[in-house]
Structure formats: structure tokens, C-alpha cells
């Protein structure tokens, strides 16, 4: 059996990793990787292979960054072919990038299986593009795996057949479980011994020149009170630099992209992380540290009801209120969901071993 992994942007390297172990004890699969190039800088994508003991990938299409329809539009021309020549039983893609959907995309008007490992989270907001990705590419899937029961009910409620979908768990948490012990071995030295991390990189944090200005002063603000410590991913320091902000104060770090072993160490310790990303909600809610999500609106509910996870939305004031019960020790403790057990991979890969 051939089964072809797709991925393309940073996020998706941490959850192809263990699928792709997970698939490698299972006799007869044999196992191709294909990178689109969405994401291709060393600190944002090879330093993640590395890192992730992810082969190198057999493919790369190499389509860089461009609107929204040119990568997309890049990434199905390139990704075509690619397809028709390696005939693959079956196409995993994973998260919500613009990869995602392209690939997905094609393998459906090619007749070809598409599973899809983060299937069912919906944010009901479609300004943002992730949510356009995760909506199409579900009704494209044949197979869909969830991690967390809220997205079975999403798909359920958009007419997606039952024996499609599999709760799978989180797969991002095996990740984690399997590298913490060396992310803390690595425990970077230098660091302060109680900080707050940053990262921001959503188009409604970054693109409104204004909104990022008032988000900036508030984390200088916060850097009075401890140090704040702000890897800045590339489009966001694309953005600070198009704004012409000056960035003063001492008490703000602001970092190149940090490698995953480093993040991880830095994300377990903070005292409180500030953050837009997905993925980040989750991973605090399974360190039981603090999150403040800058967002109006999650995909992630669990991270609220059951985690560390807080929505601050677009209220500086907010932000700042809940910083400072933060670090008054008043802090919102959590549980991990069920089935972020380390074993989600384990569970996708004998489905997919299993075949349609
Ligand atoms: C993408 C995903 C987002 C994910 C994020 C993680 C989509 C729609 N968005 O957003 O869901 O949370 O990745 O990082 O797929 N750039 C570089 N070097 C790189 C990659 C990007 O400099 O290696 C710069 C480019 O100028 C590019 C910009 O960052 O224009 C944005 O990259 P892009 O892949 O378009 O989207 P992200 O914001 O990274």
C-alpha cells in the first residue's frame, strides 16, 4: 500500500512526524512525503525535519509564498502530476494551510482517497482562511480524523457520513509527549527565569496596521512587569517593518522563529504565552500553563472548557486584566481532553493500514 503524506507550512510538520512513525511499523505501507515549499526557510521548515527525525521529503513543488490563490493555484498545478506519477493508494493532509486544501483538491478530481488528520474544527468564522481550508477540505476527505469530540458533531451537523470519521485524538500532543524529555535536556540557557511568551501572526492581528501598533504597546506594557519573550514568525516582522513602529523598551525580546525543541522548553515554563496560533492553545492546555488567545473566536473549544486556554479577543483592556490575575498567581487551571494521550497517531495509522 502507498500512502502519500502531504505538507507544507510549519504546523503541519509536528503532526505528519508521528503519523508518519506510527505508519513505518506497519508491514507493507510504503511511504512517500511531499512538500509543497508553502513554508521554506530553514528556521520555519528544515529545522522542523531535523528536529522531527522527519525523512527528508521525496518531493518538493517549491511554491513559496504569493496571494492566497497563487499558492494555492501552485500547489494543484504542481501537485498533479506528482500524483499521477507516484499512485498512491492514499493521501494523508493535515491542519488547515493552504496545502491542505490544494492537495486535497486534486487528489479528489483524480479519483484518489484523501484522509484528513485535524478533520471537524470549526471556528464559524470565515474570514479567516484557515476556515475556508478546514470546511472544504472535509467534504473532499474519505476519511476524516478528529481530535477532540467537538468535531464530530461539526461534521455531523454538515452532512458528513459518520463512517467517514474516526476520533482519532491529538496528534500534535504525541509530538510533544515524545520530544519533551529532549526539549528539556535542551532547556535553553540565558533565558529569564519567569517570562511571558509571544507569538502573533494572524492576518486580524498583523494585517490592521493600528490593532498591531495597540497589541505592541500593551506587550511593552507587560514587559514592565517581566521580561516578554516574542519569536516573531516572518509575515508578522514583514508587517512591524512595513509600519515603520519603532520597537522600544527593553523589556520586549523579539526573536528569530524558534526551533520546536526550544519553543517547547520556553512554552512549559511561561509564566503566561500570549498567542493567535492554533496549535499553541493546545499545547498549553496540555502544560496546564496559562494561555491568552488573541482572538475573538476558537476552533479549539477544548482548550477553553476543559484547558488553560482564555479568549481575549480584541480588547487590549482584557488582555491586560487577565495578565495581571495571571501573574497574581490567580490562574485558570485545567485537564487534558480525552484521548490526548501520546496514541492518536497509533490509532490513524492502523485506520489507514486498515484501507478503505
Ligand atoms: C500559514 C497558514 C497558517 C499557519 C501558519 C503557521 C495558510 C492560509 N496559513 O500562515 O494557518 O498558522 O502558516 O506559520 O496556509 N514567509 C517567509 N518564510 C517562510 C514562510 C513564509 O518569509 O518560510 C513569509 C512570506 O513573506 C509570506 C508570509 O511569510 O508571504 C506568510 O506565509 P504564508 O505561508 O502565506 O502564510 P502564514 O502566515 O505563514
Not at 496546564?288 to 477544548?302: F, S
Amino acid at each position: 500500500m502507498r500512502i502519500l503524506h502531504v505538507v507544507g507550512a510549519r504546523p503541519n510538520f509536528m503532526k505528519a512526524a508521528p503519523v508518519f512513525r506510527a505508519l513505518a511499523q506497519h508491514a507493507g505501507v510504503q511511504q512517500i512525503l511531499v512538500h509543497t515549499g508553502q513554508h521554506y526557510d530553514f528556521n520555519m521548515s528544515d529545522v522542523f525535519f531535523q528536529e522531527l527525525e522527519l525523512p527528508a521529503p521525496d518531493v518538493n513543488l517549491e511554491v513559496g509564498s504569493g496571494s492566497h490563490a497563487q499558492q494555492t493555484g501552485q500547489i494543484i498545478s504542481r501537485f498533479e502530476p506528482v500524483v499521477l506519477e507516484q499512485k498512491p493508494d492514499m493521501v494523508v493532509v493535515y491542519g488547515d494551510v493552504n496545502s491542505t486544501l490544494a492537495a486535497a483538491l486534486v487528489c479528489a478530481k483524480l479519483l484518489v482517497p484523501v484522509a484528513h488528520v485535524e478533520a471537524g474544527l470549526r471556528s464559524f468564522d470565515r474570514t479567516m482562511p484557515e476556515e475556508i481550508n478546514r470546511l472544504l477540505t472535509d467534504q473532499l476527505a474519505d476519511l476524516l480524523f478528529t481530535p477532540s469530540a467537538d468535531g464530530n458533531q461539526n461534521l455531523e451537523r454538515e452532512g458528513i457520513a459518520a463512517e467517514k470519521v474516526h476520533l482519532a485524538g491529538n496528534v500534535m500532543i504525541d509530538t510533544l509527549q515524545r520530544m519533551l524529555p529532549r526539549a528539556r535536556e535542551r532547556q535553553a540557557k540565558g533565558w529569564p527565569e519567569r517570562y511571558a511568551l509571544v507569538t502573533l501572526h494572524r492576518p486580524s492581528n498583523v494585517d490592521d496596521l493600528e490593532w498591531l501598533k495597540r497589541l505592541l504597546c500593551a506587550l511593552f506594557q507587560a514587559g514592565q512587569k517581566l521580561p516578554v519573550l516574542f519569536p516573531v514568525h516572518p509575515r508578522t516582522r514583514e508587517r512591524i517593518t512595513a509600519s515603520g513602529i519603532q520597537l522600544q523598551g527593553d523589556g520586549v525580546r523579539f526573536l528569530d522563529p524558534l526551533p520546536y525543541l526550544e519553543f517547547l522548553a520556553l512554552e512549559s515554563r511561561a509564566a503566561a504565552v500570549i498567542t493567535d496560533s492554533g496549535g499553541i492553545q493546545e499545547e498549553t492546555t496540555f502544560f496546564n500553563v496559562p494561555c491568552l488567545t488573541v482572538r475573538e473566536n476558537t476552533e479549539r473549544p477544548v482548550t477553553v472548557t476543559l484547558g488553560t486556554n482564555i479568549l481575549v479577543g480584541r480588547d487590549i483592556a482584557k488582555l491586560q486584566a487577565e495578565l495581571t490575575h495571571i501573574l497574581s498567581g490567580n490562574i485558570k487551571r485545567g485537564s487534558i481532553p480525552p484521548l490526548w494521550d501520546g496514541k492518536a497517531s497509533d490509532r490513524i495509522a492502523a485506520t489507514l493500514a486498515a484501507g478503505i
